[in-house]
């Protein structure tokens, strides 16, 4: 079945410490994201990704980093220059990339990070 | 103004009542309007979208869009408590972000047996 697999489902890290967290779909989606969700609020998008060696960053992307070398994966690394990286973290994939009438997302299953 | 808005609840309904669930947005291009359900710990999942005014039906669930008034709202007949979790609406927004879809902070529904 395609999908989109994130791993690992649970990370624990130590403050100062860079972490990667592992996206991969099989959808043959062309588009990629990553979002940020803490309790009791909506996604932040972080970066986006519309094609293989191209992203571009999202409305919180300080402290972070992507690359997008192959269409299937999109690793999103928590440097330690993000001041609260304790949060849920969600891959999603678009057929397309977001356009006039917006493709739909499909999200992993997501990695919930805890930074102490 | 946030450019997409929900109440955040939460909101609770009796078993077999109807839960009305509302999101309001700003930005007057968008075309597209999508209804995600997130479960607690869990990721969200795609149930319902909507590109043209008037209602569009699938199984218990009714979403309605309303262009002039910018607002688009799911229906939720013969409530189960299974169908309690947060209700993320998501309008692609196009002032400055490019058609990226923009997410409401959600509103969590309770159904109550």
């Known amino acids: 079945d395609g999908g989109i697999t994130q791993s690992p489902k649970y990370l624990f890290r130590k403050e100062g410490q860079n972490v990667t967290l592992s996206c991969e779909q099989n959808l043959n989606h062309d588009a990629m994201y990553w979002y940020r969700q803490d309790p009791g609020q909506g996604l932040r998008l972080i970066y986006y990704?519309?094609?293989?060696?191209?992203?571009q960053k999202g409305d919180i992307a300080e402290g972070y980093s992507v690359s997008r070398e192959k269409k299937e994966s999109f690793p999103l690394t928590v440097t330690s220059a993000q001041k609260n990286p304790t949060a849920f973290y969600l891959c999603?994939?678009?057929?397309?990339?977001?356009?006039?009438?917006?493709?739909?997302?499909?999200f992993g299953n997501g990695t919930r990070l805890t930074v102490t | 103004q946030k450019e997409v808005e929900q109440n955040s609840g939460p909101l609770s309904v009796p078993e077999g009542a109807i839960a009305s669930l509302n999101c309001t947005y700003s930005d007057r291009g968008s075309q597209s309007f999508f209804w995600y359900r997130q479960y607690s710990g869990k990721s969200p999942e795609l149930i319902m979208f909507i590109y043209s005014n008037g209602d569009k039906e699938d199984g218990r669930f009714t979403a309605q869009l309303n262009k002039a008034s910018q607002y688009v709202s799911l229906l939720i007949r013969d409530s189960q408590p299974s169908d309690s979790a947060t209700y993320l609406c998501?309008?692609?927004?196009?002032?400055?972000?490019?058609?990226?879809?923009?997410f409401g902070q959600g509103t969590e529904l309770s159904v109550k047996p």
């Open positions: 999603a994939s678009s057929a397309t990339a977001q356009g006039f009438v917006g493709s739909p997302l499909h």
């Open positions: 990704s519309q094609i293989v060696n191209d992203f």
């Open positions: 998501a309008v692609p927004s196009f002032y400055n972000q490019g058609g990226k879809l923009i």
